[in-house]
T-cell receptor, first 112, second 114 residues
Framework: DSGVTQTPKHLITATGQRVTLRCSPR?????VYWYQQSLDQGLQFLIQ???????AKGNILERFSAQQFPDLHSELNLSSLELGDSALYFC???????????FGPGTRLTVL | AQSVTQLGSHVSVSEGALVLLRCNYS??????LFWYVQYPNQGLQLLLK??????LVKGINGFEAEFKKSETSFHLTKPSAHMSDAAEYFC????????????FGKGTTLSVSS
């Protein structure tokens, strides 16, 4: 158990819908990262927050957004969902920037 | 562009045999290097990492990796495979100068037969 929690574990929804994925980092960690794992694209970095502020963006679609709240938990919002958004979404946390990232168990999103 | 290449999407070994999983990166600047393991239906677990210092790094579960700058490689080895080592292994890199996000290779599935 890495100490990073993600909810929900599974999510099934329809095209065009909007969903929110939640991540609670390890106690004391200030950085939160979001990654997407799909069969065709592999593991890709989406976005990073550090102590409430966005610090880096990767291959994140405009339909996706994220935020980190004062209690340091983070949410990833996916809207106008398409079939291709079906994937495993991982959250990772680290103490600071550049420190070891610890991954949560992931949220499996299925878009029908 | 910076990238990570894992040679071999699937590696099969017998129990007790040497495990060798290959990872190469492309960059003129030495990165931080990581190996993660993913068991079915689970998240990623850190096996080991290299940032600075000794180039031979020991990790959990008997794995180790050696950073070779001249070969831009960070291959993962284990002297004797165990059935429980069957999983998917990911090599990842990050560069402090480019932020701290991890760039992953496509992964190598390790199968261990008895």
């Amino acid at each position: 158990d890495s100490g990073v929690t993600q909810t929900p574990k599974h999510l099934i929804t329809a095209t065009g819908q909007r969903v929110t994925l939640r991540c609670s980092p390890r106690s004391g960690d200030l950085s939160v990262y979001w990654y997407q794992q799909s069969l065709d694209q592999g593991l890709q970095f989406l976005i990073q927050y550090y102590n409430g502020e966005e610090r880096a963006k990767g291959n994140i679609l405009e339909r996706f957004s994220a935020q980190q709240f004062p209690d340091l938990h983070s949410e990833l919002n996916l809207s106008s969902l398409e079939l291709g958004d079906s994937a495993l979404y991982f959250c990772a946390s680290s103490v600071g920037q550049g420190d070891t990232q610890y991954f949560g168990p992931g949220t499996r999103l299925t878009v029908l | 562009a910076q990238s990570v290449t894992q040679l071999g999407s699937h590696v099969s070994v017998s129990e007790g045999a040497l495990v060798l999983l290959r990872c190469n990166y492309s960059s003129s600047v030495p990165p931080y290097l990581f190996w993660y393991v993913q068991y079915p239906n689970q998240g990623l677990q850190l096996l080991l990492k290299y940032t600075t210092g000794a180039t031979l790094v020991k990790g959990i579960n008997g794995f180790e990796a050696e950073f070779k700058k001249s070969e831009t490689s960070f291959h993962l080895t284990k002297p004797s495979a165990h059935m429980s080592d069957a999983a998917e292994y990911f090599c990842a890199v990050s560069w402090a100068q480019a932020g701290t996000a991890l760039i992953f290779g496509k992964g190598t599935t390790l199968s261990v037969s008895s």
